[in-house]
T-cell receptor, first 117, second 114 residues
Framework: AQTVTQSQPEMSVQEAETVTLSCTYD???????LFWYKQPPSRQMILVIR??????QNATENRFSVNFQKAAKSFSLKISDSQLGDAAMYFC??????????????FGTGTRLQVTL | DSGVTQTPKHLITATGQRVTLRCSPR?????VYWYQQSLDQGLQFLIQ???????AKGNILERFSAQQFPDLHSELNLSSLELGDSALYFC?????????????FGEGSRLTVL
């Protein structure tokens, strides 16, 4: 079974600084997807960024970027120029590629990010 | 707005009772997923339906059941409720098979069991 591990329960960053959230996963599959979701106090699950395993290039979405190390099964999220609105719970998630129906997401336990002035 | 609609948003009930949570997926999405998020914890997968058929089961209790109807909406039934069932229940949807993208989540139904 696939597992996703987020070893940092809480992180703190000053406004305008950069922070990196860690995620490792375990899988025997070669093709899969990885995601970072953000859950603000409203509890809505918001997609931040996604990465296809077959792509060597790291995904980037504005201030958010990932460091995808397939051999090490590592998928960290870097937030640059942190803003107060970035304060939230961040979940790393894994999804295998099925030949049949679309498959579920497996989530890590989350990292709570605080942004301070 | 993800396009996934969940009702009710909040529900308070007593132990031993039964409740039904409803989910309408995004228009055209065939797959529906249910997740449970207990206080300050991650999302635990419960069950997945695809075009009316159960496709995958996670750590869903026997007291819980779900179904997906011909119009593709889904219901999660929770019975003989216990205090520990208090949680946020998310529904998510995705389109056709081999969809390469993310799941689209509703806003969740917050269940409180007293």
């Amino acid at each position: 079974a696939q597992t996703v591990t987020q070893s940092q329960p809480e992180m703190s960053v000053q406004e305008a600084e950069t922070v990196t959230l860690s995620c490792t996963y375990d899988t025997s599959e070669s093709d899969y997807y990885l995601f970072w979701y953000k859950q603000p106090p409203s509890r809505q699950m918001i997609l931040v960024i996604r990465q296809e395993a077959y792509k060597q290039q790291n995904a980037t979405e504005n201030r958010f970027s990932v460091n995808f190390q397939k051999a090490a099964k590592s998928f960290s999220l870097k937030i640059s120029d942190s803003q107060l609105g970035d304060a939230a719970m961040y979940f790393c998630a894994y999804r295998r590629i099925n030949t049949g129906t679309a498959s579920k997401l497996t989530f890590g336990t989350g990292t709570r990010l605080q942004v301070t002035l | 707005d993800s396009g996934v609609t969940q009702t009710p948003k909040h529900l308070i009930t007593a132990t031993g009772q039964r409740v039904t949570l409803r989910c309408s997926p995004r228009s055209g999405d065939l797959s529906v997923y249910w997740y449970q998020q207990s206080l300050d914890q991650g999302l635990q997968f419960l069950i997945q339906y695809y075009n009316g058929e159960e496709r995958a089961k996670g750590n869903i209790l026997e007291r819980f059941s779900a179904q997906q109807f011909p119009d593709l909406h889904s219901e999660l039934n929770l019975s003989s409720l216990e205090l520990g069932d208090s949680a946020l229940y998310f529904c998510a949807s995705s389109p056709r098979a081999r969809w390469p993208g993310e799941l689209f989540f509703g806003e969740g139904s917050r269940l409180t069991v007293l």
